[in-house]
């Protein structure tokens, strides 16, 4: 049976694409390698992964999902600012290689355009990006708060608290 990559649905035989998710049909859902894991977790204690996602555990669990279904490596990482007295880790981060940090950005576009169209939304009606580097205004798109960020790699909407940068 031919399965889709990136939103996991099985197809029957003679199916060849995913009209959801517009992606061609595999005929095994991939896995990550060990190698690629370690690769990602050496970059961790060295301190040259890249964060590409923040959330709840549950949250973070599922974009590792969705990493691996595009065969890009991840890890979850608890996130030490996050830790208050008696307990840690209220928030994890997903990390990722550097090299990956291109195909973790595709991975999780596509992700979002799938959601997108799961909800029938069409995805050329939402204006998705968001400009961060002229240093002005800025809105967000989850609640429509208007705010201007610090700096491109640190934008937070103050309201809602969606992360709409990229850790540098």
Known sequence: MPYCPACRSEFREGFDHCASCDRALVDE???VSLEGIEAVEAAVRSGE???VARGSLQDVRRMQEVLADFRVPAVVTGDAASCTSGSCSATYDVAVHPDSVRDAQNALAA???AMLVNEGVDPA???GVVELESG?????PACE????PEDAAS???????LFL???G
């Open 49 to 51: 992964a890249i964060i």
């Open 29 to 31: 859902l991939p896995d």
């Open 125 to 127: 009606s939402v204006e």
């Open 165 to 167: 940068g990229i850790p």
């Open 155 to 161: 934008a937070e909407c103050p309201d809602c608290g």
């Open 111 to 113: 992700n979002y355009q």
């Open 145 to 148: 708060t208007l705010f201007v």
């Open 136 to 140: 002005g205004e800025t809105q967000c």
